[in-house]
T-cell receptor, first 108, second 112 residues
Framework: GQQVMQIPQYQHVQEGEDFTTYCNSS?????IQWYKQRPGGHPVFLIQ?????EVKKQKRLTFQFGEAKKNSSLHITATQTTDVGTYFC????????FGTGTSLTVIP | NAGVTQTPKFQVLKTGQSMTLQCAQD?????MSWYRQDPGMGLRLIHY???????DQGEVPNGYNVSRSTTEDFPLRLLSAAPSQTSVYFC???????????FGNGTRLTVT
């Protein structure tokens, strides 16, 4: 089956610092989706990237899809305590595999 | 719309007991899935369905059964609970192949 690897597994940052999580697939993806899960909550869809080299922004969040459509990244500028949670990438398909997630802790 | 509804929210079972986790969606979504989430393991796919009457196995199907008799419902059955099945279980649905997943609030299961 499709494998989606995500790094780092954990990240602690001071409030105001930037944060990046990376997602790598063993196969070419038709598209990639990103989700956020707050502590104690359920994953919530953030964005979908479809085109090779695509870059999308949501306020302080920047999402990128690699040229080969095998990797993706999520970058948060100037983190806030509201950014705390686990960020997952996911490869849609019949089986819809998720990356292992990056747990972000923001220290006030 | 209620979205995806999971019941119960919490459950404690003894080893060997069986139970069914309920999942219902009111969005007329064709695709439904069950995931389990364990610390450091992310979301692992248990079973999924691409439409009523069709189910298939995911990454970790052993010890679980599913059925999809209607578009709305996708129950997950634990046949004989084991401590290794202690986890948080999420049901999710989506309208089409590339659509985003909508998750239920989860069921926290403890097997003693």
């Amino acid at each position: 089956g499709q494998q989606v690897m995500q790094i780092p597994q954990y990240q602690h940052v001071q409030e105001g610092e930037d944060f990046t999580t990376y997602c790598n697939s063993s196969t070419t993806l038709s598209n990639i989706q990103w989700y956020k899960q707050r502590p104690g909550g359920h994953p919530v869809f953030l964005i979908q990237l479809v085109k090779s080299g695509e870059v999308k922004k949501q306020k302080r969040l920047t999402f990128q899809f690699g040229e080969a459509k095998k990797n993706s990244s999520l970058h948060i500028t100037a983190t806030q305590t509201t950014d705390v949670g686990t960020y997952f990438c996911a490869a849609p398909g019949n089986q819809f595999y998720f990356g292992t997630g990056t747990s972000l802790t923001v220290i006030p | 719309n209620a979205g995806v509804t999971q019941t119960p929210k919490f459950q404690v079972l003894k080893t060997g007991q069986s139970m069914t986790l309920q999942c219902a969606q009111d969005m007329n979504h064709e695709y439904m899935s069950w995931y389990r989430q364990d610390p450091g393991m992310g979301l692992r796919l248990i079973h999924y369905s691409v439409g009523a009457g069709i189910t298939d196995q995911g990454e970790v199907p052993n010890g679980y059964n599913v059925s999809r008799s209607t578009t709305e419902d996708f129950p997950l059955r634990l046949l004989s609970a084991a401590p290794s099945q202690t986890s948080v279980y999420f049901c999710a649905s989506r309208g089409s192949y590339n659509s985003p997943l909508h998750f239920g609030n989860g069921t926290r299961l403890t097997v003693t």
